[in-house]
């Protein structure tokens, strides 16, 4: 059975730094693609950042782009969220996902395995 496990989440203040992880088991890693979601109270879970399996083309939000960098280490079966420079409106649940199909942009409908989630929390 496949698992994805999210660590890193917490409460920062605004400007601050968080690197989130998630590593899987129970899939072959390397013919995933990754991704990050987040969802905040009352709003819809939104792909913040993915990387496909190619390593091509990788997503980034655009309201996101120069303070979220995702990676990967597939020798690690890990994948994290670096975000700098955190904002208010980055308050949510982060997801990590994984879904065999090959494409960076990940959708919740096909989505095939979810984490937990990890909370962030940024006050101003």
């Known amino acids: 059975q496949a698992q994805l496990v999210e660590s890193g989440g917490g409460w920062v203040q605004a400007g601050g730094s968080l690197r989130l992880s998630c590593t899987a088991s129970?899939?072959?890693?390397?013919?995933?693609?990754m991704g990050w979601f987040r969802q905040a109270p009352g709003k819809e879970r939104e792909l913040v950042a993915g990387?496909?399996?190619?390593?091509?083309?990788?997503y980034v939000l655009d309201s996101v782009k120069g303070r979220f960098t995702m990676s990967r280490d597939n020798a690690k079966s890990t994948v994290y969220l670096q975000i700098n420079n955190l904002k208010p409106e980055d308050t949510a649940v982060y997801y990590c996902?994984?879904?065999?199909?090959?494409?960076?942009?990940?959708?919740?409908?096909?989505?095939?395995?979810w984490g937990q989630g990890t909370q962030v929390i940024v006050s101003s």
């Open positions: 996902a994984a879904d065999s199909f090959p494409n960076a942009i990940l959708t919740v409908a096909r989505t095939g395995y």
């Open positions: 129970g899939l072959t890693f390397s013919r995933y693609s």
């Open positions: 990387i496909s399996w190619t390593g091509r083309s990788p």
